[in-house]
């Protein structure tokens, strides 16, 4: 088991000035002609019932600040956290809150709706916050989510990225959860399969000052299954907190990096943008 932690001063990666004043979740990707991409809740008058399309920025590189280009996924409504894979070609992004939504392109600046299908999740089990990883030739969608009233992180399955079956909770809380706002404390999931193991990071907040850059991360054998989480097994449970919100791990020529974001006023680590630090693996004593 290894032990995840920020080992370098933090740097800018992007702010954006054209089309918002912040970034809060976002994605990266890197694409097909070796360019970095992300994509990012912003808005200019910095409140979530504003933010209803994503700003797209590209870069050479995880070491140099990123160049804004132009908005995407303005339809209108409520758009929040993407998520961005990449499979023969094409790119799928995944987004809530409310009812999953997908659009598809071959280019990423130009994206078009298409119908997603997710069988069996029970109501607000899915509703918001995606990510997807590839194991084992099938696909894994973590969502964040409630269950029993209780925030959790629910996982999906697929063959092809647009036909999910919901396969049950891979981290729930209950009883004395430390934090369980009416919306999900569990925010922003990111698996990260490393010599074997899955490490889930997530965001732990009730949206205060206090938590709002609360990581924590969890570790398990299955990725479907990282337990149940409460105050008296947080030691047990959770092997390292890091001091990030809404943090993509992101790799590149062998070195793992972290990102971090936020709404202004948050005591963002840099304030309106995202940032990017070093993360480091060391073996668990």
Known sequence: MLIPAIKSDWQLLFRPERHGNYINDHCVIKANDGSWNLFGITSLESRSDSERYFVHAAGKSLTEPMTELEKVIDTGTRAWAPCVVEHEGLYYMYFGPGETKMEVTNVLSHWMGHKINIKGNPVMAVNRDHMVIKNNGKWIMYASGLKDSYSCISVLESDNLIDWDFKGY???????APM???WGAFESPFVVKKDGLFYLFTTYT???????????????ENPYN???YTAEKHSQMVMAELHSHAG???EDNGKYYITSCGWRGYNSIIEGGVAIAELDWTEKQ
């Open 206 to 220: 009730d949206c205060s000052h206090a938590s709002y850059h609360n990581t924590i991360v969890f570790c398990s």
């Open 180 to 182: 369980n706002p009416p």
């Open 170 to 176: 891979a981290l729930t809380s209950s009883g004395s």
């Open 248 to 250: 993509e791990i992101l």
């Open 226 to 228: 990282f337990g149940d």
